[in-house]
């Protein structure tokens, strides 16, 4: 198997395009030809991740953050990153990171998280605007069905959780094809009226090739009419945090000391309590500060996130009681989920955990 049919099923679960503007997800090392020995997955790819590697016979090691943000303008061994890159180039060891992207799915990080807890009815806490697009095409009556499978078929049509959502609509459409043309119906130089459906589909606005693809290879006109419109319709299934509720409301120090347990927390960090029972809980893997007010708006009696700074634990403003697990706790989970989003797809590939705690933070 080769590296890039690994990072294929990684990024068809969490599309590139979904990452933060800031961010350096992708394959950072190596190459997306070479073969894989075996996959070593972990949080952070670090030095200690990079010799557990060589000493594992891996040479492609999977992380969610990835070991570069910023351009490295000179690789001296100077810091750990320089390091790592020098030691994963010398021993041909590929770093794909899947960070950003991994945290915006509706089914990434922070379901790993709302697992943990064992939330229900989970929805996105802040999804993401910009990322769909319509697709209009005028298809005669009887090629419509081949038509509107194609594009199913190439990812059009979702919305939320239903599947093949199409709108059609019966019409007449008119056309004349100049000297030259092969119309599929009609006659060139003479107009031409043709009972057509007029078919609506939504789709990612990363998918927009492949979709029309799909259009023109099973549409039987020679030239095909359609437009493409962008959204600003919210994407439910894409976007930061996720809110939820506890199958039984919880009283407040029951549900935190339940917290710490769940994510193995040195140490929880946490506002004044409120005096009622937890039951709707916000959360979001990682710094999750700025999702506070949206936390507050949906009425969430908690929310589980990390990197709060000193004053904005004021802004809970005893609306909700903030937890502050830890930046490495909170994302420590999406180690499983790189391993199920491989072992799903590939039957007879076993990818290993690291064994390093990356954890830069100690607890007294």
């Not at 697709?135 to 599947?163: C, K």
């Not at 919880?250 to 409120?274: D, H, I, N, S, W």
Request: hydrophobic share 40%.
């Amino acid at each position: 198997m080769k590296i890039k049919e690994i990072i294929q099923v990684i990024e068809q679960f969490a599309p590139l395009q979904y990452q933060e503007s800031y961010d350096n997800a992708g394959l950072i090392f190596g190459r997306v030809d070479w073969e894989v020995t075996n996959a070593l997955l972990t949080l952070d790819a670090t030095e200690e991740v990079i010799d557990e590697a060589i000493e594992k016979g891996c040479n492609l090691v999977i992380a969610h953050h990835p070991i570069v943000f910023g351009g490295l303008k000179k690789i001296n061994g100077n810091n750990y990153v320089e390091r790592v890159a020098i030691k994963a180039i010398k021993h041909d060891i590929a770093v794909y990171a899947a960070h950003t992207n991994l945290d915006n799915v509706r089914n990434g990080v922070c379901a790993q998280m709302a697992a943990k807890l064992g939330l229900e009815q989970c929805r996105v806490l802040q999804p993401k605007r910009g990322l769909l697009k319509k697709l209009y095409t005028f298809v005669p009556e009887a090629d419509i069905e081949a038509v509107r499978t194609a594009l199913f078929e190439a990812g059009a049509g979702h919305i939320g959780n239903y599947s093949e959502c199409s709108f059609n609509g019966a019409g007449q459409g008119t056309f004349k094809g100049a000297g030259g043309t092969d119309p599929y119906v009609g006659t060139p130089g003479k107009r031409h009226f043709e009972a057509e459906i007029k078919l609506e589909v939504i789709f990612p606005v990363y998918l927009e090739g492949k979709i029309l693809q799909a259009l023109q290879g099973s549409h039987p006109y020679e030239e095909v009419a359609y437009d493409v419109v962008s959204l600003d319709n919210a994407y439910q299934q894409v976007g930061s945090g996720l809110l939820g509720v506890l199958p039984e409301a919880m009283e407040e120090m029951q549900f935190l000391q339940y917290v710490k347990e769940q994510f193995r927390a040195g140490c929880v960090k946490y506002t004044p309590l409120k005096g009622k029972a937890v039951k709707k809980v916000a959360l979001c893997g990682g710094a999750g500060s700025f999702l506070l007010k949206q936390a507050i708006a949906a009425g969430a009696d908690a929310y589980i996130s990390s990197d709060f700074k000193y004053h904005e634990f004021f802004d809970a403003d005893n609306q909700l009681i903030i937890a502050d697990i830890g930046h490495f706790e909170s994302e420590q989970f999406t180690v499983e989920l790189f391993y199920h989003i491989l072992t799903e797809k590939f039957r007879n590939f076993a990818p290993l955990k690291s064994t390093i705690k990356t954890n830069p933070v100690n607890y007294l």
